[in-house]
């Protein structure tokens, strides 16, 4: 049975994108990680999958839809959470975060056509990686590789090529970290619900300013 993963926190004011208080206050950071994770979830639903599951820090809200199975973040580092989300499928599997709300159903769907002996692996512009698909989940291939590093992508590329795998990859995306990450991605996927809501808190901010 094949499973989309979306690792998730939930969207608590002060505890999620925390890096783009810089322009935005807490609560409006969480208002975009709702919106990003709102999306990711419906292009999740609207793609096919034995099993849709939210590896959540934090507890369900009215953001989640139905059709979404929920289970808890195991504790410890990243790399140890991602290995723990693998641990639970048992077929193939594609993981993603919450912070790629343009990905669409298509490149999910590329991503879940995972072959014996094959893996996939989504680059980010930050050096890290938005997706990753194993047709045999094997915790051991992500347990210990370095997270929210430069160099993660490489590190995690490296570890799937030297367990001879062949590495297929997705197209390159862009993280949500920043606030000129924020306004890139909005920018190239207008019609998505995060889109919406960098544009309301741009025409508050206009609005305040103008006051």
Do not use: H, N
């Not at 094959?118 to 915790?139: K, N, S, Y």
Request: include cysteine; proline fraction near 9%.
């Amino acid at each position: 049975m094949t499973t989309l993963l979306v690792m998730a926190k939930e969207p608590v004011p002060g505890r999620v994108k925390t890096r783009l208080t810089s322009l935005y206050t807490p609560r409006e950071a969480a208002a975009l990680a709702e919106a990003a994770l709102i999306d990711t979830l419906e292009t999740v639903r609207a793609t096919p999958a034995g099993r849709r599951v939210l590896v959540l820090d934090g507890a369900p809200g009215r953001w989640l839809p139905p059709g979404i199975e929920v289970v808890a973040q195991a504790a410890g580092s990243l790399d140890m959470r991602l290995a723990a989300a693998f641990a639970g499928c048992s077929g193939p599997a594609l993981l993603i975060g919450m912070d790629t709300p343009q990905v669409t159903p298509g490149m999910l769907a590329d991503g879940l056509r995972l072959a014996p002996g094959r893996a996939v692996f989504g680059p980010a512009d930050d050096g890290g990686f938005w997706a990753l698909g194993l047709a045999e989940p094997d915790p051991d291939l992500v347990a210990g590789v370095p997270m929210s590093v430069a160099r993660t992508g490489a590190v995690q590329r490296l570890r799937l090529e030297e367990a001879g795998l062949s590495v297929r990859e997705l197209p390159r995306l862009t993280d949500v970290d920043t606030p000129r990450d924020a306004a890139l991605v909005a920018d190239g996927a207008p019609d998505t619900r995060f889109a919406a809501e960098v544009r309301r808190l741009a025409r508050l901010r206009a609005g305040a300013g103008a006051r």
